[in-house]
C-alpha cells in the first residue's frame, strides 16, 4: 500500500530536549516536505526536499532542521524546541509535478 | 503577500444536498490547483486537482471549477453525506515553485446536519 508513514504520532517533551520526528515513503517519490499545522494558520511549509541530499527552506523554518540521506526518509529535527513549536506536523511527498500524499501526523507538545 | 484564501471558514449543509466550497487565489502565475479533504485526527487526503488549461473536471460526486479570470476555485460535492463532513483545504502551485511548492488555504470546515 502506498503511504507516507510518520512517528512518533503524539509526543509531549520539554523545552530544549532534542527530538526527530521520522517519516518515510514507499512511492519512490522525490519530493518531500514538511508542514506544521495551527488553528487558524492552516499549513505552512517548513521545510522541503527535491531529492537526496537537496534541501531548502519553507515558510516557517527557524529552529528547525531536515536531512534527505535517503530517497524514501526525510527526518525533521529539533535541536531545542521550544513551546511556540507546539503544534501538529505533516510529512507529504510525490513525484515531479504530482500531487502530495499526506503522512498521518505527529501531534507535538513541548512544555 | 499573495495567498489562497477560502471565503468561509464554516459551511453547514442538509445531508443530500449539494455543497459548495469556494476559494479565491490571488497568484496568477498559479497553473495547478489541488483540494484536500482533512478529517479529524487524519492527515489531508487529495480530493480532486485541476491544471490551469482546464475549467471544469470532474470526479466522484465531486466537480472542480476554475475561473482565472477572477481568480476562482470552487469544490462541489453532490448529494452530501456524513462521511463528507471534514474541514476541505484549496492549495495553489505557481508555475516553477520551488519542489511542491504549494501554498494553502485555511480550510472550510464542512458539517453535514441530519
Known amino acids: 500500500e502506498a503511504q507516507v508513514t510518520q512517528n512518533p504520532r503524539y509526543l509531549i517533551t520539554v523545552t530544549g530536549k532534542k527530538l526527530t520526528v521520522t517519516c518515510s515513503q514507499n512511492m519512490n517519490h522525490e519530493y518531500m516536505s514538511w508542514y506544521r499545522q495551527d488553528p487558524g494558520l492552516g499549513l505552512r511549509q517548513i521545510y522541503y526536499s527535491m531529492n537526496v541530499e537537496v534541501t531548502d527552506k519553507g515558510d516557517v523554518p527557524e529552529g528547525y532542521k531536515v536531512s534527505r540521506k535517503e530517497k524514501r526518509n526525510f527526518p525533521l529535527i529539533l535541536e531545542s524546541p521550544s513551546p511556540n513549536q507546539t503544534s501538529l506536523y505533516f510529512c507529504a511527498s510525490s513525484s515531479r509535478g504530482g500531487r502530495q500524499y499526506f503522512g498521518p501526523g505527529t501531534r507535538l507538545t513541548v512544555l | 503577500g499573495e495567498s489562497v484564501g477560502l471565503h468561509l471558514p464554516t459551511l453547514s449543509v442538509q445531508e443530500g444536498d449539494n455543497s459548495i466550497i469556494n476559494c479565491a487565489y490571488s497568484n496568477s502565475a498559479s497553473d495547478y490547483f489541488i483540494w484536500y479533504k482533512q478529517e479529524s485526527g487524519k492527515g489531508p487526503q487529495f480530493i480532486i486537482d485541476?491544471?490551469?488549461?482546464?475549467d471544469k473536471r470532474q470526479g466522484q460526486r465531486v466537480t472542480v471549477l476554475l475561473n482565472k479570470t477572477v481568480k476562482h476555485l470552487s469544490l462541489q460535492i453532490a448529494a452530501t453525506q456524513p462521511g463528507d463532513s471534514a474541514v476541505y483545504f484549496c492549495?495553489?502551485?505557481?508555475?516553477?515553485?520551488?519542489?511542491?511548492?504549494?501554498?494553502f488555504g485555511k480550510g472550510t470546515h464542512l458539517i453535514i446536519q441530519p
Open positions: 485541476i491544471r490551469s488549461n482546464m
Open positions: 492549495a495553489e502551485k505557481p508555475t516553477g515553485g520551488g519542489a511542491d511548492g504549494l501554498t
